[in-house]
């Protein structure tokens, strides 16, 4: 397997510079938003289809298929982007925006293009405020040059591209939530059907597209590329490649793009200068605070990283952030603290996910004080295992995950808390 | 005024959506850099400009933990504690830079009342831990000694003339 260094997200790496718009488009940048603008919509749609290309908010959805559910007959639609970025351990799409903007936004505008969109509105999560207002500053360039705004490209085609700041409230990188957020309201998830995508459903309840930034920043390459040269790239079920946020224990921490496929013993050793002080690997979060932790095993180590790699270790890859920790590292604190997250950010709508990360938190303080017992940490996989299925967004499953995971993978890090 | 004095900016807000109450984020942002904090006020104004009640507008400003419903020091230290930051020393810099700036409690003002520090959940800067935002400005790969040079530095400005960084 090669760990080659191809970058189709952070070419800034390659081309110094790229954030300003006369070195993206002396690099071949707006391209692909030229192409798009050529062929049909439906077309365009079919080309992603083709390219296997899946979400990199954390599901994994199939983009193509997503923009292919929005109903063509009604005339307002939109694209929005999802900036939010708050998912503990990840910082990519930040990244992407300061030093890439305007691959972000020509991917947007082709998504914008296939589902025939009035507008777009990037939505960033409040205290990237000055990457919010850098990227305004882009995107009037981008007006003032033809590619965004009035009369796209000479097209005859218009969308404007809009940034919306939030304001500190992790559950509004949920879609639903953000789609409240972006209308004025408080950011809580919404009761589907309908969908984002529906009639009802979207923004202003109108159809609407959501997609991470990395997500939308893989377009472009993938329309001047073609589907089968995206394809080629990363594994048979998940295409191309993908950014892991590398933190935690590591010598190098940071945003490494690599195809699918590469392993977390590559990820760690290879890329990230290995664990840091020479210890050994003890645990790893796959995919930020919300999924399921594991333990560093050889096998672990040497599975070849994708969306459906790490399902038989019962993880998953979400959004890549991957959190490395060492072997003095207490999984009863890791629980503890990543629980206080979620506790801080339940939106409070539903009764098992407030109750329940209240008492989670509790019950882990009690742990980490000295003063709980066997069947206190017995109680807290049980009100962890009550939460999953019973809410009205992923929250609460994300919230149940490392209290559930960490107990069963690491018993022996819970009973040295125990009282005698 | 809000509404006279940042009647450019207001403007350029609201054309953005085709619905006025998209409006209330930005524009509790605004009146929170004209007061300082969110006040009645502050609020009564915002509800005017988009045409809704105040109590919606309230209830807004109160589910987002950047709209600042007491008045914080001249800058507002937001020191991640989250797992990667933690996991790189974050909680023992949080702790020193409270006793540095003499405060007690976690949200509390140093005596001078210039730095409001506090505690906050992952800051998408993992990487570069530990670290906190000012004022929502990122400042990054911290330890003790760096961030001694940033409090004398933001002191100076505080003391000159110079308006310190602006939120908005
Ligand atoms: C609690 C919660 C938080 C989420 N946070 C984010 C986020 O910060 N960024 C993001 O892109 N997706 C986030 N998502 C996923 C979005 O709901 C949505 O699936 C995604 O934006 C779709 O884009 P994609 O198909 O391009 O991945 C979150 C989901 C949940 C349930
Ligand atoms: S699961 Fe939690 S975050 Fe999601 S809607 Fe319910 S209370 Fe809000
Ligand atoms: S954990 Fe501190 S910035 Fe992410």
């Known amino acids: 397997m090669t760990t080659n260094g191809l970058n189709i997200i952070y070419r800034e790496r390659d081309v110094k510079n790229i954030h300003e718009l006369k070195v993206y488009t002396k690099h071949g940048g707006y391209e692909g938003l030229k192409k798009a603008l050529g062929m049909k919509p439906a077309e365009v749609i079919d080309v992603v289809k083709a390219s296997n290309l899946r979400g990199r908010g954390g599901a994994g959805f199939p983009t193509g298929l997503k923009w292919s559910f929005i109903p063509q007959s009604e005339p307002v639609k939109y694209v929005v982007v999802n900036?939010?970025?708050?998912e503990t351990g990840t910082f990519k799409d930040r990244q992407i925006m300061e030093n890439n903007p305007h691959q972000l936004i020509e991917g947007a505008l082709i998504a914008a293009w296939a589902i025939q969109a009035t507008a777009v509105y990037i939505y960033l999560r409040g205290e990237f405020w000055d990457v919010a207002h850098a990227l305004d500053k882009h995107i009037e360039e981008a007006e003032k040059a033809g590619f965004a705004g009035e009369n796209i490209a000479g097209s005859g085609w218009s969308c404007k591209v809009y940034t919306h700041l939030g304001a500190g409230a992790y559950i509004c990188g949920e879609e639903t939530a953000l789609l409240e957020s972006l209308e004025g309201k408080l950011g809580q998830?919404?009761?589907?059907?309908?969908?984002?995508?529906?009639?009802?459903?979207?923004?202003y309840a109108e159809p609407t597209v959501v997609n991470n930034v990395e997500t939308l920043a893989n377009v472009p390459w993938i329309i001047v590329n073609g589907a089968d040269e995206y394809k080629k790239i990363g594994?048979?079920?998940s295409s191309g490649t993908k950014v892991f946020?590398?933190?935690g224990h590591v010598n190098k921490p940071g945003n490494?793009?690599?195809p699918f496929g590469i392993t977390f013993r590559e990820l760690i050793f290879e890329h990230g200068g290995g664990v840091t002080n020479g210890k050994k690997v003890k645990a790893i979060l796959?995919?930020?605070?919300?999924?399921?932790?594991?333990e560093a095993t050889d096998e672990v180590l040497d599975t070849p990283l994708s969306y459906e790699g790490l399902s038989k270790f019962g993880s998953i890859l979400g959004s890549a952030s991957v959190i490395i920790m060492d072997e003095d590292t207490d999984i009863a604190w890791v629980a503890s603290r990543v629980t206080k997250f979620f506790k801080h950010e339940s939106c409070g709508k539903c009764t098992p996910c407030r109750e329940g990360t209240y008492w989670l938190d509790k019950v882990l303080d009690r742990v980490m004080a000295g003063e709980a017992e066997q069947r206190d940490v017995d109680l807290i996989s049980n009100v962890a295992h009550n939460m999953q299925g019973t809410t009205l967004c992923a929250f609460g499953d994300f919230a149940a995950n490392p209290a559930i995971s960490t107990i069963k993978n690491f018993p022996d890090d819970f009973k040295k808390h125990l009282k005698a | 005024m809000l509404a006279e004095k940042y009647a450019a900016q207001i403007e350029k807000i609201l054309a953005k959506y085709p619905d006025k109450r998209s409006a209330v984020m930005p524009l509790l942002y605004i009146s929170q850099e004209e007061y300082g904090h969110i006040t009645d006020e502050g609020i009564v104004e915002v509800a005017a400009i988009i045409g809704e009640d105040p109590t919606a507008v309230k209830s807004v400003a109160g589910f987002y933990t950047m709209y600042s419903k007491q008045p914080k020091g001249t800058y507002w230290l937001q020191v991640c504690t989250d797992l990667p930051c933690a996991l790189k020393g974050a909680d023992q810099f949080y702790a020193d830079l409270k006793d540095y700036l003499e405060i007690t409690d976690d949200g509390g003002t140093s005596p001078d009342g210039l730095f409001t520090?506090?505690?906050?959940?992952?800051?998408?800067a993992c990487d570069k831990a530990p670290m906190l935002q000012c004022n929502f400005h990122y400042v990054e790969n911290l330890d003790m000694e760096k961030m001694k040079a940033h409090l004398a530095e933001w002191r100076a400005e505080a003391a000159g003339s110079k308006t310190p960084k602006k939120k908005a």
């Open chain 1, 83 to 86: 900036a939010d970025e708050s």
């Open chain 1, 189 to 203: 998830p919404r009761v589907r059907p309908p969908f984002p995508a529906q009639k009802g459903g979207g923004l």
């Open chain 1, 235 to 237: 594994t048979d079920k």
């Open chain 1, 245 to 247: 946020c590398l933190s």
């Open chain 1, 256 to 258: 490494y793009e690599l």
């Open chain 1, 286 to 294: 796959p995919s930020g605070g919300s999924g399921p932790i594991i």
């Open chain 2, 117 to 124: 520090v506090e505690h906050v959940m992952c800051l998408a």
